[in-house]
């Protein structure tokens, strides 16, 4: 059997194997583009590019394509063959740096929010030499940024990679006035943590609502749900553990760091962590990652579902995004190190990143929004729609003593200052984990919680990456006119907590209380994405991507648009979807059941006999009086639909489908899920919430 470090990345053109099959100097001057972003000469690209051909043909690959994420949030691709026509009717197998370099797929059905014409449909793809070319169904895959004829971002990779770069400008200035000029770059990494769930093929096919929106629309609560916790870290179910075992297998060959599975607290939820990479790659790898759970669950007959909150009542399904800074000499920035010296290098960082989340937590709100996630942020397995940072009881403390100039610690005499002698060594690991909090500090990374399952972990870390760019820059700016270093930066880091300590809690982030007290300070509750979106516009936030050249005035406003637009698509197919379900399947069920049952009153009255029938009494009655209601509920959605495109304003049209046909959707399942609760099973015509949580034996 062959063994794990054998095969892994054996589907990558990696490292290992460049240094194989490219000319040293080319190697070398590939290597320099990688790491510093140098421009490739298309003379080097032809080498590569034949190189990278023979590999692929090698490993069985027939095709290339350009891998890309437009700004639907997944991943696209159009596939071309190798071959090129050679005398004799013969063909030869060819791929030149041109093609690699560059694509020009057909943009115009791609979202552009505006950017470019429908009749334009023109589009370019550039090669992201940063991240690795792989091999999947026998084509070779080369990631690559998508931008429009005018160089407009159409994609999740191009603003990732400008924000990667702004981070690392500001970063490098801050890191060089402790001394460390033999850094050269530093690099944001990512550890996403992925939820999901799994579900028997033969129940999902049978509801309409999974198919289409990908939650269920309707379900009442079974029976048992989660409430014995006995699924958590529970022994996984043959089935899924083979399917975890392939799933595995296959990462493991395209190089993704897939290291920690279980189960998670919901009946039929699982995750995976990988290891820490680079953002950008951690980013190509949790869309392959995503994609290869759907594709090898449907193997093992199972649906894998990656909606954030596909059954009411219980846990929603998230993405933790372990995000650090890391320097090109390998050390952690968020490390609090061994050294006094050290200590007030990591307390700078520490106050760049509460600095930047306090000042833009609207930004970090948007990251994560979207009509999927709202369902699941505020419920009690998510953080809230408020942004805070947890950061624990020892650095809260030493945050207070240096904003108050007191002492810290019973045995620490002298006042606490940033110098070299008075500042206390600390631990990285000193409390618990507060798995409440939308931004905790676990150790040496902050753990952002609030992204949904299918989200792309891209737009989390554009927003982290280019809020705390700016932290760094307003740091740099000052200290490197001081006069007096050491002081300064005491003033510097005191005047920062103080500043910006409302953003810190280290409570219970579910408790009702921490919603008045964040209101109390001044924080932000955008509850959905209509409320938060338009944030994005404020000037303070144009602002800050334009100087960082992250984004362009155009490309925030397509930014706005798309996910505004993206909204109001997702809550119509679901309205359309539960007027299917309703008119086309619940209404006749219930209708057919009530008549089943007003036969055997009936029947039981002619009887002449002195029978209790105040079951079916109750029961016609009840469920008479539902259908009504429900008929009544149904009509006003018809309505509210048929006025839905009646706004030209895309931010109130979101408005209207949240405040108005939203909030109808709800009241209609209401009423069904009573309805199922009062059905007969057989006569029900979709499979329960029961049956689906447990459907995997």
């Known amino acids: ?89 013969k063909v030869l197998m060819e791929f030149s740096g041109k093609e690699l370099i560059q694509g020009e797929p057909d943009a115009s059905s791609f979202p552009s929010g505006g950017l470019r014409a429908t009749f334009e449909a023109r589009g370019y793809t550039a090669w992201d030499a940063t991240s690795y070319a792989f091999i999947k169904d026998n084509t070779l895959c080369i990631p690559t940024a998508f931008c429009s004829y005018g160089g407009h971002a159409l994609d999740k990779k191009t603003p990732l990679l400008r924000s990667m770069q702004a981070l690392s400008r500001q970063a490098l200035r801050v890191v060089k006035l402790f001394g460390n000029e033999d850094v050269t770059r530093v690099d944001t990494t ?32 079974p029976p048992k749900g989660q409430e014995m916790d006995d699924h958590y870290f529970g022994a996984i179910k043959p089935r899924v553990l083979a399917f975890m075992k ?65 059954f009411a009542g219980v846990n929603g399904s998230g ?51 979207s009509a999927s996630n709202d369902h699941r942020l505020g419920a009690n397995e998510a ?33 606490l200052r940033i110098g070299v002698h008075t500042l206390p060594k600390f631990t990285k690991d000193t409390t618990d984990r507060n798995r409440t909090s939308p931004f905790a500090f676990t150790g040496n990374k902050f753990e952002f919680r609030m992204l949904g399952s ?24 000052f200290l490197e006119n001081s006069e007096n270093f050491e002081s300064d930066l005491h003033d510097l880091i005191k005047r920062t907590i103080s500043e910006h300590k409302r953003i810190i809690f280290n409570g219970n982030g579910y408790d009702d209380q921490w919603i008045l007290e964040a209101e109390r300070r001044g924080l932000l509750n955008l509850k959905s994405t209509p409320d938060c979106l338009p944030y994005l516009l404020h000037e ?40 299917n379900m309703v008119n086309k399947d619940i209404l006749p069920a219930i209708s057919g059941f009530t008549e089943e049952l007003c036969r055997a009153y009936n029947q039981k009255k002619k009887t002449g006999l002195t029978l209790d029938l105040s079951y079916e009494e109750a029961l016609i009655s009840s469920l008479s009086g539902l259908t009504g209601d429900l008929y009544e509920k149904m009509q006003t959605l018809e309505s509210a639909m048929d006025r839905r495109e009646s706004f030209e304003d895309v931010g109130e049209k979101a408005r209207y489908y949240k405040d108005v046909i939203f909030a109808s959707m709800i009241e209609i399942r209401s009423i069904v899920d009573e309805m199922e609760n009062k059905t007969r099973s057989t006569a029900w015509p979709y499979p329960t919430y029961g049956a689906i949580l447990f459907s995997v034996k």
């Open 190 to 221: 990512v550890g996403a943590e992925q939820e999901y769930f799994l579900i028997d093929k033969s129940v999902f096919e049978k509801r309409k609502d999974l198919i289409y929106t990908g939650r269920t629309l309707f379900g009442a609560k």
């Open 246 to 310: 392939e799933l595995d297998e296959e990462l493991w060959k395209l190089g993704i760091l897939a290291k920690t599975e279980h189960n998670e607290v919901a009946p039929a939820q699982h995750e995976l962590a990988p290891i820490f990479t680079t953002t950008n790659i951690a980013a190509d790898h949790n869309q392959l990652t995503m994609e290869l759970m759907q594709k090898i669950a449907k193997k093992h007959d199972m649906v894998c579902l990656l909606h954030e909150k596909p």
């Open 383 to 415: 953080p809230p729609a408020v942004v805070s940072i947890f950061l624990g009881s020892e650095l809260t403390e030493i945050l207070d003593s240096i904003e108050k100039d007191t002492s810290y610690g019973k045995k620490e005499k002298e006042t």
């Open 1 to 89: 059997m062959e063994t794990v470090t054998n095969y892994f990345g054996s589907e990558v053109f990696n490292d290992t194997v460049m240094k194989e099959r490219l000319p040293l100097e080319t190697y070398e001057l590939l290597q320099r583009t990688i790491k510093n972003g140098k421009h490739l000469e298309l003379g080097l690209a032809n080498v590569v590019a034949n190189a990278m051909k023979d590999w692929a043909i090698e490993k069985g690959a027939t095709h290339f394509t350009h891998w890309f994420q437009p700004m639907t949030g997944i991943t696209a691709e159009k596939h071309d063959s190798f071959i090129s026509p050679a005398p004799g009717g």
């Open 319 to 369: 993405k933790h995004n372990n995000w650090s800074l890391s320097t090109d000499t390998g050390k952690n920035l968020l490390n609090p190190g061994d050294t006094p010296a050290q200590n007030a290098q990591f307390l700078l960082f520490l106050c760049a990143v509460i600095k930047a989340v306090d000042d833009y937590q609207d930004l970090i709100r948007i990251s994560v929004a």
């Open 540 to 579: 303070k936030n144009v602002k800050l991507f334009t100087e960082h050249k992250v984004f362009s005035l155009e490309e925030l406003r397509a930014q706005y648009e798309i996910q505004m637009e993206a909204y109001c698509k997702i809550i119509n197919i679901e309205a359309l979807t539960l007027l």
């Open 454 to 477: 299918s989200a792309s972990i891209s737009d989390a870390n554009v927003m982290i990456n280019t809020s705390v760019a700016q932290s760094l820059k307003e740091f740099a700016d």
